[in-house]
């Protein structure tokens, strides 16, 4: 998503860094590239972070509370939140908002 990914995820000092926090950081890069996504990508990401009560991020994030997630969604959406999960997942591990895998 982006040429020059930061070697850590911002301003987050003295505390994990939770999913509000990242998914705002996410939809503002992803708008400042596609401004046409913004209200479909944040109100998809505001769902999911109420759904998931604004968890810590962690090595088991993505976890099985997606999927759950996912099938809550509407048959027809179902196909474009999968989408902008996984490309909010790479943005992630990219940006260094979640700890590497081991």
């Known amino acids: 998503m982006t040429l020059w990914p ?10 994990p860094a939770r999913f ?5 950081d996410f ?3 992803l708008t400042r590239q596609q401004p046409w996504r913004k209200a479909r990508c944040e109100a998809r990401l505001e769902a999911l ?9 962690g090595t088991e994030f993505p976890d099985a509370r997606l999927e759950a997630w996912l099938d809550t969604c ?3 959406e179902r196909a474009g939140a999968r989408a902008l999960l996984k490309e909010f997942e790479i943005y992630l591990r990219e940006w260094d908002w979640l700890p590497p895998r081991l």
């Open 6 to 15: 930061r070697s850590s995820a911002p301003w987050i000092v003295g505390r």
């Open 20 to 24: 509000s926090d990242a998914a705002e």
């Open 27 to 29: 939809v503002n890069e």
């Open 49 to 57: 972070g109420e759904s998931l009560g604004d968890p810590a991020l």
């Open 74 to 76: 509407p048959e027809s």
